[in-house]
């Protein structure tokens, strides 16, 4: 079975500055989907960008880029220029045809100015 | 509706009761999944329903829990004679199909179970 794991339960930024979140994941399959969910006090899980196995180029979308490595089933988030607004739980997904979206236990990430 | 919406958004139930749990999920999705997040914890897969295929209910933690989906729309979880584990966040969401895993799944806010 697949497994996702995020081995930061918390991490601090300040604004402005950048983060760097970890997650590393298990399988044996070689086609599938890695994603990052923010989910904010108000509780709904909020997709914040998401990677294809087989595209080598790391997906960036405005100030969130991820840095995918395949080979160390490795796929960390990276937050430019953070706002008070990223402060919220973050949980990293894996998902194939073969199985569900499943989520690692996800790292709080608080914003200080 | 213009998001997945679930209700109630909160519910204090005493142990030993039954209870139901609604998701409205996004118009036109014909994939709808029910997780379950523990305080502090990750989501916890429970059961997934895709069209008028067969659920997926390998995630369901036991035979008080159950969920149906009426008309491919609507969906309940009920969770028969609730004991204190139970207490939770039971998250609803929906995406367009299954075929293409990368799709975007979108989630509702959730319904808070705390049982007494």
């Known amino acids: 079975a697949q497994t996702v794991t995020q081995s930061q339960p918390e991490m601090s930024v300040q604004e402005a500055e950048t983060v760097t979140l970890s997650c590393t994941y298990d399988t044996s399959e070689s086609d599938y989907y890695l994603f990052w969910y923010k989910q904010p006090p108000s509780r709904q899980m909020i997709l914040v960008i998401r990677q294809e196995a087989y595209k080598q180029q790391n997906a960036t979308e405005n100030r969130f880029s991820v840095n995918f490595q395949k080979a160390a089933k490795s796929f960390s988030l990276k937050i430019s220029d953070s706002q008070l607004g990223d402060a919220a739980m973050y949980f990293c997904a894996y998902r194939s045809a073969a199985s569900k979206l499943t989520f690692g236990t996800g790292t709080r990430l608080q914003v200080t100015l | 509706g213009a998001g997945v919406s679930q209700s109630p958004s909160n519910k204090v139930t005493e142990k030993g009761k039954d209870v139901e749990l609604r998701c409205d999920p996004i118009?036109?999705?014909?994939?709808l999944y029910w997780y379950r997040q523990s305080l502090g914890q990750g989501l916890e897969f429970l059961i997934y329903f895709q069209g008028n295929s067969a659920p997926d209910k390998s995630g369901l933690p036991s035979d008080r829990f159950s969920a149906e989906r009426t008309g491919g729309s609507v969906s309940t979880l009920t969770i028969q004679r609730t004991q204190q584990e139970d207490s939770a966040v039971y998250l609803c969401?929906?995406?367009?199909?299954?075929?293409?895993?990368?799709?975007?799944?979108?989630f509702g806010e959730g319904s808070w179970l705390t049982v007494v």
């Open positions: 969401a929906s995406s367009t199909t299954s075929g293409s895993y990368g799709n975007t799944i979108y």
């Open positions: 118009s036109g999705h014909t994939a």
